[in-house]
């Protein structure tokens, strides 16, 4: 069986592995896109870089800008590339706060260690993402033969005329103006 | 017995359960034959409706034979009979009833106070749908007890597989009263949203009934084509504006008659009142998501229809009253009436004007129910309509 969603198939890629991994990371660019602008100094604290609260809360919106890009967008490609592009300017900004005598520079390389992981991840996921064809797939299955008209669509055109539609559905008549007389009318029923 | 059981949000199980007996002299009880997934299950699989308790037993759309009557359906209804239970439970004698007007009924939902709190009056009872509509076991099982049986029922004949007529108990007759609220007029454009099961047969029941185009709009490629083999022209709402087209079809008037057969789960990837619906909703402010009526009160031509048979359940917000008021706009709605069309559907299946077995797409056994409750949700693997067979 064919696991494929609206998602995936419209992005031409029977995939939906990739597709929960990019909304994930989506969710992730948020979550500390949020913990960036929020707590700045505790931040800036932690990895000894007093002073620089107001770049660390200037990637913290980069962050949440990313996120709901990739969450909103129809193609999360682009989104997931800047992502990419994102964690190398952490990992830049993080590796000059390892020089010179830094006392929390154990901290910055935790830090560094796992923005790596995680741009290892975006590096797989864009470049899947990347791989897959910009055109959408064909329909799944054809079901261009399910008429469900024994006699075929034209055929069964208006062969429930014989219906008479209740008087409770009726529309009334003041609200019935677009039967032009030019066109072929079929009688109406007296109310 | 084993019946498809509901435990919690996209939680249904196939659980071993006690058998249904005759509780009323009015019951009967049936061996299920062929039972369906409805898109109304979604609602409670999803858990957007209020009101279902774990251990409740799914499903509406469901026929078999009859294996026991109470003692007061004689004459109406023997053992052996091959009989489709239509989802609404009605008794047949109130004033409702006797108007045709099945699904609100005013004796069948036993929780009918509850109903009344929450809509100001009772509606009928269903099966298998929330302690609101009376809380009744429903068919998505080996048996069902079936309520006011000596009126609760469509006798069917031998001789016709069961997936033609299945769908009295609910789809076709829905598609067909969403067309008939339409009362269409032999030039008028119908405009149908969604493409699932009662779209299909709301795209079949307006081309019987003689519309002259038949629109509609999904963005799953295959309901879209199984569509279009219907006889309506599509819109991909992913690929190009609704609004736009359907003004393009129309000559810039828009179309007569609108059909929501979408309800309240509608999508809207990307636009503005989508998002605002999803906050509201998550932070439970708005309960349903009414992207569809809004664009079909904006569409509508002037004096035009707009007809409702998708399902909505509490308070819907942004709803443009304005354009609906001064346009003229009627809005026909309701759970189908069933019993009152099927008499009439039952004639032009076995006239073989229509089969409404075209819609299936998967036929299993009650224990892979619960996988197909999320693929049919996922609309995975080409789904558009599932049979179980217990
Ligand atoms: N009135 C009744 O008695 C009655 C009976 C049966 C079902 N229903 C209701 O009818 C509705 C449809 O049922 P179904 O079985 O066909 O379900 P479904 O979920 O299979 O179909 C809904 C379709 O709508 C499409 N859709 C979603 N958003 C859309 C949008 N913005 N524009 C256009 N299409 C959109 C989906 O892609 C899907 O194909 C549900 O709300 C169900 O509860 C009502
Ligand atoms: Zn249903
Ligand atoms: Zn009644």
């Known amino acids: 069986m064919r696991y494929e969603t609206e998602r995936t198939r419209r992005r031409g890629h029977a995939d939906t592995a990739t597709d929960t991994l990019a909304r994930g990371l989506g969710i992730?660019?948020?979550?500390?896109?949020?913990?960036?602008?929020?707590?700045?100094?505790?931040?800036?604290?932690?990895?000894?870089?007093?002073?620089?609260?107001?770049?660390?809360?200037?990637?913290?919106?980069?962050?949440?800008?990313?996120?709901?890009?990739?969450?909103?967008?129809?193609?999360?490609?682009?989104?997931?590339?800047?992502?990419?592009?994102?964690?190398?300017?952490?990992?830049?900004?993080?590796?000059?706060?390892?020089?010179?005598?830094?006392?929390?520079?154990?901290?910055?390389?935790?830090?560094?260690?796992?923005?790596?992981?995680?741009?290892?991840?975006?590096?797989?996921?864009?470049?899947t993402l990347s791989r897959e064809s910009p055109h959408p797939l064909p329909p799944m299955q054809d079901y261009s033969d399910r008429t469900g008209f024994p006699r075929g669509v034209e055929q069964s055109r208006g062969a429930a005329s014989d219906f008479e539609v209740p008087r409770d559905f009726r529309a009334p008549e003041a609200m019935r103006p677009y039967t032009q007389p030019d066109l072929p009318q079929r009688p109406m029923p007296s109310m | 017995m084993k019946a498809l059981v509901w435990h919690g949000t996209t939680d249904i199980r196939c659980d071993s359960v006690p058998d249904p007996q005759i509780e009323h002299p009015r019951d009967a009880i049936i061996k299920v034959t062929s039972c369906a997934i409805c898109g109304s299950d979604l609602h409670l699989y999803d858990h957007f409706m209020p009101g279902m308790k774990s251990g409740d037993i799914m499903g509406h759309e469901t026929m078999g034979e009859v294996v026991e009557v109470g003692s007061e359906t004689k004459g109406k209804l023997k053992v052996g009979d091959r009989v489709v239970i239509p989802f609404t439970i009605i008794c047949g004698e109130c004033d409702q009833c006797k108007r045709g007007n099945f699904s609100v009924c005013e004796r069948t939902n036993?929780?009918?106070?509850?109903?009344?709190?929450?809509?100001?009056?009772?509606?009928?009872?269903?099966?298998?749908?929330?302690?609101?509509?009376?809380?009744?076991?429903?068919?998505?099982?080996?048996?069902?007890?079936?309520?006011?049986?000596?009126?609760?029922?469509?006798?069917?004949?031998?001789?016709?597989?069961?997936?033609?007529?299945?769908?009295?108990?609910?789809?076709?007759?829905?598609?067909?009263?969403?067309?008939?609220?339409?009362?269409?007029?032999?030039?008028?454009?119908?405009?149908?949203?969604?493409?699932?099961?009662?779209?299909?047969?709301?795209?079949?029941?307006?081309?019987?009934?003689?519309?002259?185009?038949?629109?509609?709009?999904?963005?799953?490629?295959?309901?879209?084509?199984?569509?279009?083999?219907?006889?309506?022209?599509?819109?991909?709402?992913?690929?190009?504006?609704?609004?736009?087209?359907?003004?393009?079809?129309?000559?810039?008037?828009?179309?007569?008659?609108?059909?929501?057969?979408?309800?309240?789960?509608?999508?809207?990837?990307?636009?503005?009142?989508?998002?605002?619906?999803?906050?509201?909703?998550a932070t439970m402010m708005e309960t349903d998501r009414p992207h569809v009526l809004r664009e079909m009160a904006y569409v509508c031509r002037p004096a035009g229809t707009l007809s409702v048979p998708g399902v909505y359940g509490g308070l819907l917000d942004k709803i443009p009253f304005g354009a609906i008021m001064n346009k003229g706009l009627t809005i026909r709605t309701g759970q189908t009436h069933v019993n009152r069309w099927t008499d009439d559907l039952l004639r032009r299946i076995e006239e073989g004007q229509i089969d409404p077995s075209f819609v299936i797409t998967h036929t299993v056994g009650l224990e892979e129910g619960p996988e197909m409750y999320k693929i049919f949700r996922d609309k995975q693997d080409g789904c558009v309509k599932v049979v179980l067979k217990p």
């Open chain 1, 28 to 127: 992730f660019s948020i979550a500390l896109g949020i913990m960036e602008v929020a707590a700045p100094r505790t931040l800036a604290r932690a990895l000894g870089m007093k002073g620089q609260e107001g770049l660390i809360a200037g990637y913290g919106l980069r962050e949440i800008a990313t996120g709901i890009g990739i969450l909103a967008s129809k193609d999360p490609t682009p989104w997931i590339w800047g992502r990419v592009a994102g964690d190398a300017l952490d990992l830049a900004t993080l590796a000059t706060a390892l020089e010179g005598k830094n006392p929390k520079k154990e901290n910055v390389g935790i830090a560094m260690a796992a923005v790596a992981g995680v741009t290892a991840l975006d590096v797989y996921c864009a470049q």
């Open chain 2, 110 to 281: 036993r929780n009918g106070h509850i109903a009344a709190k929450a809509f100001g009056h009772a509606t009928a009872g269903l099966f298998g749908y929330t302690h609101l509509t009376g809380g009744y076991a429903g068919g998505q099982a080996e048996y069902l007890r079936v309520p006011f049986a000596d009126a609760t029922h469509i006798k069917v004949p031998d001789g016709i597989p069961d997936e033609k007529l299945l769908f009295l108990s609910d789809i076709f007759p829905t598609g067909w009263q969403a067309a008939v609220q339409c009362d269409i007029q032999p030039d008028d454009t119908v405009a149908i949203w969604g493409a699932g099961p009662v779209g299909q047969m709301a795209i079949r029941s307006a081309i019987l009934l003689g519309a002259k185009q038949v629109v509609a709009i999904d963005r799953i490629p295959e309901r879209l084509a199984m569509a279009e083999a219907g006889g309506a022209i599509t819109i991909n709402f992913d690929e190009e504006s609704v609004i736009e087209r359907l003004n393009e079809l129309t000559n810039g008037k828009g179309p007569e008659k609108c059909i929501d057969s979408v309800g309240m789960e509608a999508h809207a990837a990307g636009t503005v009142d989508a998002m605002y619906d999803r906050v509201k909703q």
